[in-house]
């Protein structure tokens, strides 16, 4: 009775054990973007013996769709950027996040820290910050010779047919609005569809992917635009000539957050995948990847890094310091955004 007693015990301490062995972390993301790395999930997943599987996405809006048609009780944690984190906030699709268990928390950025929409009632911590980026003007200088340092450079007569705009209303919205020196959370639309209008003079492509950016300016059709920092990292891997600024008026910023669903299965875990995230040791190894390098979240690694390394990721000698940061919008100023821009593409 005794062997049988203590075989019951040794098999369910044996279950046990699987059951800690094969927990499951269930992360919504981007294909390709850091956290299935080999130094992203492979490495959590020998730190607390569990299993991390990704739910990929390709755009946030699917994101907040896989949330609302039946992820909840499912996902673990997800990534909505600076534009969508307080509609995940409001819609009650992640809850609150426990900070006192990200260990690297006060190591992040103050500004990103205390970004607005990722503060809930109460002063709850709703999201936290894991990188950020900014959309900037670049060019090719075999071709722009004058080292421009302003947005009014895209709508110089000399790059007339030249010129790539990124097609996205909030980008183009804030892009414009800088060049006027608005508000560019809150611009005057007439004066700003009046500049986009200008500008199409100029348009020769408007890039919706990296393909529809590099082909064209490897071609040499067009050779100066708003892009994305990681475009100009492309292109300098590809040994394409360009200078990538951030220019006076204020450079377009984003911020990508890790979020905790609403009845996620895993809370605790949630909190160690996000600590891990933000941690010195990811954020080192993603901030110097050669193939793949992002801007860093943390104050400890920004420290680190060497000046070839921030050239890298587009933030030597220093970060810009003028950052028209996306963010949420309501309903209406988001339809009214969207409308003024294809407006503007539409036009002959």
Partial sequence: MRRAVLAVLLLGAVASMAAAQTRTLTVANW???GSDSAYGAVVFEKMYNVKVVHQYFTSLEEMLTMLRAGGMGKIDVLLPNS?????AVDEGLVQAIDTSKI????????????FPDAIGPGGKVYAVPWTWGTTSLGYNPKFVKDAPTSWAALWDPRYAGKVGFFDDYDTAIRTAALYLGLDPQNPDLGKVKEALLAL??????YWASYDDFLKPYAAEEIVIGNMWAGLATKLTNAKQPVVYVHP????IGWTDFWAIAKDAPQYDLACKW?????????????????????CTVNTRVMGKLTDSQ?????????PPAK????????????????DLWNEVKASQ
Wanted: charged share 30%.
């Fill in 31 to 33: 294909k390709g973007y």
């Fill in 83 to 87: 534009a969508f984190v307080k509609v």
């Fill in 103 to 114: 260990s690297s928390y006060g190591d992040i950025l103050k500004s990103l820290r205390e």
């Fill in 200 to 205: 199409k003079k100029n348009t020769r492509t």
């Fill in 248 to 251: 006076r008026e204020g450079t």
């Fill in 274 to 294: 996000i600590d891990f995230m933000v941690g010195e040791k990811f954020q080192l190894a993603w901030a110097t990847d050669k193939d793949n390098a992002h």
């Fill in 310 to 318: 921030k050239r890298a990721i587009w933030i030597y000698p220093n």
């Fill in 323 to 338: 950052l028209a940061m996306q963010q949420s919008m309501n309903q209406d100023q988001r339809q009214a955004w969207l």
